[in-house]
């Protein structure tokens, strides 16, 4: 069976970095030495909107998961499944459309590949998403689809190599929340030279413009999931050989994601360590991790979670540290099958579990008096598969269980391919796929309002039924499925995964849905608060020079306060100024004044521009970009022809003269000479040029006055207090 994927080629060479250096571990697994990677290859793009889509071909011919060698794991009872029976999930269902996929008219899309690998996030007003060989971006409030579905290589259209050539999917959409950008990537796979592609939006529409870069490894870079972190784009892979052929490690890497933001080259760090199915740790919401907090990645373990500590350093990569494992003990469990377990009607065919792993995403969350991490996996729950759930407390950098179970309510179902999230409130969403022997594998999600009791979900809600089998000895049922919170109200869950209309094989479909708890934004009222947005997205000044930047203050849910504007990452020897200083009445608008000297340092900076509620309370950020480029010197340069002239005693010789200005340089250069022979004089004709020109010089001699020999002569020219000179040969016979 056939995969897909879109890819683009920019050129990173990776690198392994860990905070032991080389060794093994009791499988004999190698532990990776430190190395780090040269500047992407890297280019911006016109507006996606102005490309037209790629067809979502796929170029992959294996879509297998590839998997390190089985652990067995003896059966076990499960002591978390929940018992306890909670009310109906006091959820508020929003918008849900189809996908990409079969079945919607308005794509006419025939899949040629299992399975989709369903991801997609919303943003301020749209909804990406992204299955292995196309991409389609919707209007979130209606599902209106504005683009799309293209094949995934179309974003790196004109950016050439195999990003743009090859569409091999295990795709990723994320939307960086803290800079309102865009993130997309999917692999290229070449063996001997395999690609990450990553695109990130210059703005907050998906339809507009995007840097594209490229990540080079030498192995199979398989199952890539990338989170968004303040420091860092993070993403982990599972290692294989060639063409897939032995399990090497996990591996983790950072991006570069201040670079990134503003189109430069940008590097990559990264760690190799001889564990499986890494997952890197996403952030939710605007509240950042206390100051210098590492990443968070997790993978499953026996009855435990393992956790390390990530903190990419790009200015010094080998100060990058990637410290662990700490063990975390969890009630014991037994893994849901990877292959072929899950039964549905009218067919023996069966469904994959992916149980040998924790399924996308690993939801990061500062809730302010704590931070949580969120995540599930697939498990035996008696004589069905349940979901996994966690939540973990981050308390002073150590980790613990605040609280866990395996969702498996005693109705015959199986529930499985979870993702996990959780809003601003602490309440928690996961959806999944549902099915049996007598029901058709449909889409739900459950949920905990933070007033439940701990260790448990609300019974289950569904977002899709669905209306047919797979067949025909085709078991993959996607490697994972996304759940996301809104970044506009940091309260609507989105989620997306497949399903199928009708019996058959290769004629998935997708669903993308949203629902939020009542307890968040509802019995406490939307924060009154406001959007920063800044134009233009870049600007180019020359040294000594000044530029701006207009900065721009709306308000949401009412707010009305004062505030005021700052400025950072500004380069050594350049200052800043807004006009007017602040804002007042919920809203405002001002002009930023960089202003930067002859000593400022040239290239491109990641500027950022920020505004302040009076109280202190309200901070809101935006990135622009401002490249200084190398001031422009008014000068002037001479040149003589020919080098050398020979005379002989009595006559004149003649050098033609030229005076060449740069930078606008427009004052009147006046010649001299210096080094000729006794008994010898000289003429400029004529004897100046305004800003640039030619004159003649005549050396004229005397016989027999002047000497015999070889002469250096200076030819000089002044114009105020700059000098300039080139020197010729004069030898007298």
Not at 480 to 491: I, R, T, W
Not at 697 to 704: G, K, Q, S
Request: aromatic content about 10%; some cysteine.
């Amino acid at each position: 069976m056939k995969a897909s994927s879109a890819v683009v080629v920019l050129a990173v060479a990776s690198m392994v970095i860990t905070s032991s250096g080389r060794g093994t571990d009791a499988q004999g697994l190698a532990v990776g030495r430190p190395e780090w990677a040269a500047a992407s290859r890297h280019d911006t793009s016109r507006p996606l909107r102005e490309m037209p889509a790629r067809p979502p071909i796929s170029t992959r011919e294996d879509f297998d998961v590839k998997r390190e060698a089985p652990r067995p794991q003896a059966p076990q009872t499960d002591p978390a499944i929940q018992s306890i029976v909670v009310a109906p999930l006091a959820a508020i269902n929003g918008t849900s459309f189809d996908g990409v996929g079969e079945g919607n008219p308005q794509f006419a899309y025939n899949a040629t590949y299992a399975p989709p690998d369903t991801v997609g996030e919303a943003g301020l007003t749209q909804y990406v998403q992204w299955v292995n060989a196309a991409f389609a971006v919707f209007d979130k409030a209606s599902g209106t689809r504005l683009y799309g579905p293209a094949g995934g290589n179309t974003i790196f259209s004109g950016f050439g190599g195999d990003c743009e050539t090859r569409n091999d999917g295990d795709p990723i959409v994320q939307y960086d929340q803290l800079a309102h950008r865009w993130v997309m990537t999917q692999f290229a796979l070449r063996a001997g030279n395999y690609l990450q592609c990553v695109a990130v939006s210059q703005t907050e529409d998906a339809l507009g413009a995007w840097y594209r870069y490229a990540f080079s490894y030498t192995e199979f870079p398989d199952y890539p999931k990338l989170a968004v972190w303040p420091n860092a784009y993070v993403i982990t892979f599972n290692m294989f050989g060639v063409n897939g052929s032995s399990f090497t490690g996990g591996r983790t890497c950072g991006y570069d994601r201040a670079k990134m933001l503003i189109g430069a080259p940008a590097t990559q760090v990264c760690v190799q360590i001889p564990y499986a199915s890494l997952l890197p740790a996403d952030l939710e919401g605007q509240t950042l991790p206390p100051a210098g907090s590492p990443n968070y990645v997790l993978n499953r373990g026996t009855n435990a979670l393992n956790l390390w500590k990530f903190t990419p350093n790009f200015a010094a990569p080998a100060s990058t540290t990637f410290t662990g494992p700490t063990s975390i003990a969890v009630s014991p469990f037994t893994a849901a099958c990877s292959k072929a377990c899950i039964a549905q009607p009218g067919t023996t065919q069966k469904l994959d579990g992916m149980g040998d792993r924790l399924m996308y995403r690993l939801s990061y969350r500062n809730l302010g008096t704590r931070e949580a991490l969120t995540v599930n996996h697939s498990v035996v729950a008696g004589a069905v598969t349940g979901v996994r759930w966690y939540e973990l407390d981050i308390t002073g950098g150590v980790p613990s269980v605040r609280q866990q179970s395996t969702f498996a309510p005693a109705d015959g179902q199986n529930r499985w391919m979870g993702s996990a999230a959780m809003d601003q409130a602490g309440n928690i969403g996961i959806g999944y796929s549902i099915g049996s022997a007598t029901m058709k594998p449909s889409i739900r999600f459950a949920g905990r309002d933070v007033t439940d009791p701990l260790n448990t979900l609300s019974m289950d809600d569904t977002m899709q039924t669905g209306g047919g089998s797979q067949l025909a000895s085709l078991s993959r049922w996607g490697d994972y499925s996304a759940m996301s919170v809104d970044p506009s109200d940091d309260c609507t869950f989105w989620f997306t995964t497949e399903y199928l209309q009708t019996n058959g094989t290769f004629n998935w479909s997708t669903r993308i849905g949203s629902f939020k708890f009542a307890s968040c934004g509802s019995v406490t009222p939307p924060a009154a608060t406001f959007a920063l947005n800044a134009t233009p997205a870049s600007a180019t000044v020359t040294q000594g020079q000044s530029t701006t930047f207009d900065a721009t203050v709306t308000p949401e849910n009412g707010y009305t306060g004062s505030g005021s504007f700052t400025v950072s990452g500004l380069p050594a020897n350049a200052t800043g100024s807004f006009s007017p200083a602040g804002f007042s009445g919920g809203a405002g608008a001002s002009t930023l004044t960089v202003t930067t000297a002859a000593n400022t340092p040239t290239g491109s900076f990641a500027v950022t521009i920020t505004a302040t509620d009076e109280g202190g309370t309200l901070v809101q950020s935006t990135v622009v970009t401002l490249t200084v480029n190398a001031a422009v010197v008014a000068d002037f340069t001479i040149d003589a022809t020919p080098n050398n002239r020979t005379v002989k005693r009595g006559s004149s010789a003649d050098y033609a003269v030229t005076v060449t200005s740069s930078g606008g340089f427009n004052e009147t250069v006046t010649f001299s000479l210096s080094g000729l022979p006794a008994n010898a004089s000289a003429t400029f004709t004529p004897a100046s040029v305004p800003g640039g020109g030619s004159s003649t010089l005549t050396i004229h001699t005397n016989n027999p006055a002047t000497p015999k020999g070889t002469f250096s002569l200076t030819i000089i020219g002044t114009a105020g207090t700059k000098t300039r000179s080139t020197v010729v040969t004069l030898r007298v016979q």
